[in-house]
Structure formats: structure tokens, C-alpha cells
């Protein structure tokens, strides 16, 4: 069976529905409120796991009542937890606000996820038995540059996240094999606002870049072949929050298996279309017969 290591966040997500976000200095009116396990390590390993693979997350909870929920949580969707450590003080937090529109706008604190800033004994060792290692950017710049170079000793493919979206150290983009950032992290890193333009800038930093794109779909670059457009599968998204990381854990999962690239990349779109009909982050990540169902219909 695929084995997919991630090293990354695990929050709780405060998230409040809205009609519309509020502006600089405007109080508005929500609808509902919910605390949802999310964090974009634990969004992608349940993504992952829930996509047919077997799946090891590496990183830290807090010692308060969400840390005990959020391991549970990761547990019941079959991540295996043995590397997430617990830690004295909170767990890392993630602040929501979802519009009537699906979009979102999200204020992260990091708690117990900036505790992770080296590979602790076991992680190397771990890292070596995947077949990828995923990557985000919610946990310093230390560890995940230490998790990328021993995916790189140990011949171990990385798939990395770009966001939150900030300048990339030439220390990390030379041990990332495909970079995954959305239309955003890509102008941010390139300066350019055409996405087939960002894309391609990107490859002066990685050899792969997959580029999401939302409704638009996908858009897929490599030094070695020439550019593929995937469409998005088309449904009404009530909110987007975690569709960029069930992305990911899914085409993590179909790169492992082998599938060709052009049904990987639709996969992985198929199961971030179904996440998208759905309200929260891991509450709306889908199992792979539900995958395997949107990705043939």
C-alpha cells in the first residue's frame, strides 16, 4: 500500500459562516460557528489517508482539550499518529470566516506547531520508509527544510505547499521536486499575474510546478514537457476551505500509485470538487470510493 508522510500543522479551525466578510474596521453579523480539526499537515494527511493511502504525520499538538480532539480526529480518518508529538501549551489555531460565495480569509496562530522546528529522533527513519513526503509551510522553515533534505537522501519524492505564501530559501527549493501553490502563492513567489506565466517562472525554482487554479481547474509545468491544462470538475461550492490541501493528499496518493499525469492531476481535481460541496476543511475531505465515483461521472 502507498505510504504518504506528511510534516506539518495540525489546528483546530474556529470557522464563522458569514454573508459577506467584514471590512477593515466593520463588525458584521455571522450565521453560524464551528470548531473543525483542520491545519494544512493534518488537512493533507486525511486527505491522503482517505485517498487509499497509508499515512504518518509528523508534528506536534498542544496539551489542552483541542489537542486531544485534534489526534483523535486524525486517528478515526486512519492517520497514523505515533510522530505527532503533545507539547506544553495550546494547540495551533486557525481563525475562519467563510462567505456566501465559498471564499474564505484565515488568521493562523501557531501554538504547538511552532514547537516544530528540527526532525526529532524516529523522523528521518520515517521519512525514508514513503513513497512522498507532503510539505506546507505552517511549521517553521527549519524543520520543513530538514524533512526535504532527508526525502532527498533517501531518494523520496517532495510535494510541497507553498502557503502561507512567503519567499522560498534556494536551501528548500533545491530539495522540492513539485511545488503545488493556488494562483495567489503563485504571483506572490513570481511577481507575474498571468498564471501559464507564473507557472513557468516557477521552474527557474523547481523542476514541477501544479498550479491550482479553483474553477478554473489545473494547470501542470515541468522542465521536461510541455504545459497541460486539467478543467475543474464542475459543481456549486458552498466552501473552499481545504480544497487546496484534499488537492494535495490526493495527488500525492495518485503520483504514488503510478496513475498517468493527466489522470492523477483530474483526480486529485475530482476529490477537491466533492471537498468544495462541503462546509469545513477535514469534515469535507472525501473517501476514495466517493473520489472514484466524481473522477468517472
Not at 5 to 27: H, W
Not at 53 to 73: C, E
Not at 169 to 193: F, I, K, M, Q, W
Not at 207 to 229: H, I, Q
Amino acid at each position: 500500500m502507498t505510504h504518504i508522510v506528511v510534516l506539518g500543522s495540525t489546528n483546530m479551525d474556529l470557522v464563522t459562516y458569514v454573508a459577506r466578510a467584514p471590512q477593515r474596521g466593520e463588525t458584521v453579523t455571522g450565521r453560524e460557528f464551528r470548531t473543525i480539526p483542520g491545519g494544512k499537515g493534518a488537512n493533507q494527511a486525511m486527505a491522503a489517508a482517505r485517498a487509499g493511502a497509508t499515512v504518518s504525520l509528523i508534528g506536534a499538538v498542544g496539551n489542552d482539550a483541542y489537542g486531544v480532539r485534534l489526534r483523535d480526529n486524525l486517528e478515526h480518518s486512519g492517520v497514523d499518529t505515533d510522530f505527532l508529538r503533545t507539547v506544553e501549551g495550546p494547540s495551533g489555531t486557525a481563525h475562519i470566516v467563510v462567505d456566501d460565495e465559498g471564499d474564505n480569509s484565515i488568521v493562523v496562530v501557531p501554538g504547538a506547531n511552532g514547537t516544530v522546528d528540527h526532525l526529532s529522533p524516529g523522523d528521518e527513519g520515517l521519512i525514508a520508509s514513503a513513497d512522498a513526503l507532503l510539505l506546507q509551510l505552517e511549521v517553521p522553515l527549519p524543520a520543513v527544510i530538514a524533512g526535504a533534505e532527508a526525502a532527498r537522501r533517501h531518494g523520496v519524492r517532495t510535494i510541497l505547499t507553498p502557503s502561507p505564501a512567503q519567499p522560498l530559501p534556494e536551501e528548500l527549493l533545491s530539495v522540492t521536486d513539485v511545488l503545488v501553490p493556488n494562483e495567489y502563492e503563485a504571483v506572490t513567489l513570481t511577481g507575474r499575474t498571468d498564471p501559464l506565466d507564473a507557472a513557468v517562472g516557477l521552474l527557474d525554482l523547481v523542476p514541477e510546478v501544479v498550479l491550482t487554479l479553483g474553477e478554473a481547474g489545473v494547470l501542470y509545468v515541468s522542465r521536461d514537457t510541455e504545459p497541460l491544462a486539467v478543467p475543474a470538475h464542475q459543481v456549486a461550492a458552498i466552501d473552499s476551505t481545504g480544497a487546496g490541501d484534499t488537492f494535495a493528499g490526493a495527488y500525492a496518493v495518485a503520483v504514488a500509485e503510478e496513475k498517468p499525469l493527466r489522470e492523477a492531476l483530474s483526480w486529485a481535481a475530482a476529490a477537491a470538487a466533492l471537498s468544495v460541496q462541503r462546509e469545513g476543511a477535514s469534515a469535507s475531505m472525501p473517501y476514495r470510493p466517493e473520489i472514484e465515483a466524481q473522477y468517472t461521472a
